[in-house]
């Protein structure tokens, strides 16, 4: 059906617009998304590069834990009435034809995370109701605005430089995440976390404190001396003992790498990059005092999930389930919890034994909760058929 659409077939029915301009919300929305009075807004004006966050590595730690958790959840459509799961429409399973469910996305959680706002263009129409069948996910960096005067509403979008439709194929769906993003609000934090790691490259790259190397005799040329720099930085490249001549002297100017504190640096930074992100700092090994060892699996994901996910789940699902993509009266929700909250098989099975023995359900409910086929009428009669009691038969 969206085929249909996308050849350029429309239906006589009046559009369903795929994409209803959202406002700017509050001020620290208002200095990421665009100019204070309007005009052409840039949505990647921060402070850092995405490329140079991810390259700490409490940062791509944080970005792998939470993309990866939400990704491989299946979507499932909801009828909100009864709460019964109906047949998913094909872009559910798989928003961008031309790759799976996942990296979609896996990389529209990572924009919300970094940016605070994730991008979805329409490809392709449903027939019957002009509702959008495909997408594909846009990078952040392509994506700027036109705003109002007052820069409190969007009036089109422009992608690649080129103003686009705010309906219909072509036009963006617009997940916002609630705040500025990682790179805006904690841009100095990473900023902080990267010039450690290049502080710790440098003192690595030489082999003792930085120093001066002291001339108490004649001047020498200028090439000599840095001739006499570089085989003073090789030999110590090679062992950590020095011999100078009588008139030279070698004075450090710096503290070393243990002085310095470094390890505790990246130590500190990575569990404010831990609380940045909402995620707990043992799952970046930052917090030492805190430990997962007597923790349950299960306690520990629902707390992942109502501390850190659950608002990445609600912008997703809450955004997919508005009129303009979902038909009203239905809702869009993860499976949270059939697989990534699912107990064991034990626990499981304890509590549909419970609840056929209360015959609050059936054999086929039961086996519809395991994701079993139900059985067919004669299946569910008795495998054994009953003992008569025989009459020919005389009692002594």
Known sequence: MGVLSFLGIKSDKSDVEAQLAPAVMSTGYNSFWGNSFGGYGNTVNTLIDINSALSVPAVARCASLITGTIAPIPLKLIKNSTGAQLQSPVWLDQPDVRQPRYTTMSFTVQSLLMYGVAYWKVEELYFDDNRPSRFSWVSNNRVSIKANQLNTEIE?????????????????????????????????????????????????????????????????????????????????????????????????????????????????????????????????????????????ILDERKALVAQTLMPYFSCISSRLSLDDITARGNSVEFKIEETFLKTDAITRLAVIEKMLQLNLIDVNDARAMENLTPLGTDDMEPIMEPIMEDTNVTNI
Do not use: W
């Open 156 to 296: 089109y979008y422009i992608l690649d430089g080129h103003q686009i439709p705010m309906s219909g194929i072509g036009s963006l769906v617009t997940f916002q995440f609630g705040d500025t993003g990682i790179l805006l609000r904690g841009g100095q934090t990473i900023q902080s976390a990267l010039d450690i790691q290049r502080a710790v490259q440098v003192s690595a790259n030489t082999p003792m404190p930085t120093g001066i190397i002291k001339n108490n005799g004649s001047d020498l040329p200028e090439a000599q001396v840095q001739g006499l720099l570089a085989a003073f930085k090789s030999a110590r490249q090679n062992r950590s003992t020095a011999y100078l001549t009588s008139t030279l002297e070698y004075s450090p100017v710096s503290f070393s790498p243990k002085e310095m504190m470094y390890n505790d640096a990246a130590q500190y930074l990575a569990t404010q990059i831990a609380r940045m992100c909402n995620v707990s700092a043992y799952y970046l090994s930052a917090d030492m005092n805190n430990s997962m060892t007597y923790s349950n």
